[in-house]
């Protein structure tokens, strides 16, 4: 074989394999997806994400004014009360740090460091509906369960005021580091406010009898309350995080084991057609 030859043929092979293999690579990229990504692909560039949150404040806002006109000399002074993180304050900054991380499960530790940087930023309509509240002397009470230790009520404080929030003070803020149950708080306002709404992310943000394990029950419970929502109980969407994710795996902060990528998977198709 001329020298020629002994050259052209292993390089005219090498050229028809790249193709193949930069395919090869780019599939295998592409494959390995992210179960973050279509949820924060929709949060972070839909309007009709927006639009609920507006859709959401704009409800609150009727449920207040209805209150107000109907509140006499001898009623309790008129409140709101509210969960704090996706519903007042949105994270989708950490979510996209996630999975630019190859992460698709929420990560404690990094959660901490990236809320103590104050990055959070007001949902939409959000902070206009408690600046209307202020304005009309509807105190806003916010109830957050967060745990970054000593520093959890600081943090939550300026993350609120760096917001624009109005009634950021320790009276309003109520944080529960060790229990997520919020009723006991609730009632506790309500013993001297007559409280309008209540705002949240998570089933759980209005009753503890939603922190179940058992997604049927969650649904029959939610399906007797039906007459609330848009009432007294305004949602907002998170398709993130929240108590939806304990009923699939039993924990509100799942591992990223394989293991919980197939339960989500079989969550996802619970119901899938089968031609």
């Given amino acids: 074989m001329h020298y020629f030859q002994k050259l052209f043929f292993p390089l005219l ?3 028809f394999a790249m193709p193949v293999a930069v395919q090869s690579a780019q599939s295998e990229s592409f494959d390995n997806r992210n179960n973050l990504t279509m949820a924060m692909a929709w949060k972070q560039t839909a309007a009709e994400y927006r639009a609920l ?3 959401g404040f704009n409800l609150a806002r009727l449920r207040v004014e209805l209150a ?3 509140a006499g000399d001898n009623s309790k002074p008129l409140a709101v ?3 704090v993180d996706e519903t007042l304050l949105l994270a989708n900054d950490y979510w996209g740090y996630l999975i630019s991380q190859g992460q698709d499960f929420f990560d404690d530790r990094s959660w901490d460091k990236w809320i103590a940087e104050s990055r959070t930023v007001a949902s939409p309509g ?3 509906f408690l600046r209307f509240c202020e304005a009309n002397k509807v105190e806003v009470f916010y109830v957050t369960n967060r745990d970054q230790g000593e520093s959890t009520d600081r943090l939550a404080l300026e993350n609120l005021s760096a917001a624009g929030f109005p009634y950021v003070d ?3 803020l109520r944080v529960l ?3 997520s149950n919020k009723e006991i708080t609730q009632q506790e306002i309500r013993q001297e406010h007559e409280v309008v709404v209540l705002l949240g992310d998570n089933l759980n943000d209005f009753a503890r009898k939603y922190y179940s394990t058992d997604v049927e029950q969650r649904l029959a419970l939610m399906e007797e309350d039906k007459d609330h929502y848009g009432q007294d109980y305004i949602i907002f969407p998170n398709p993130t995080d929240g108590h939806w ?4 795996f039993g924990d509100s902060e799942p591992p990223p084991s394989n293991e919980n990528r197939l339960l989500l998977k079989e969550a996802a198709t619970r119901s899938a057609w089968s031609p």
Avoid: K, P
């Fill in 68 to 70: 107000l006109a109907q």
């Fill in 13 to 15: 092979a090498l050229a």
């Fill in 170 to 172: 320790g009276q309003h």
């Fill in 245 to 248: 994710i304990r009923a699939i």
């Fill in 53 to 55: 949150y507006h859709q």
């Fill in 177 to 179: 580091r060790e229990s």
């Fill in 126 to 128: 959000a902070v206009e």
């Fill in 81 to 83: 009360i509210s969960d």
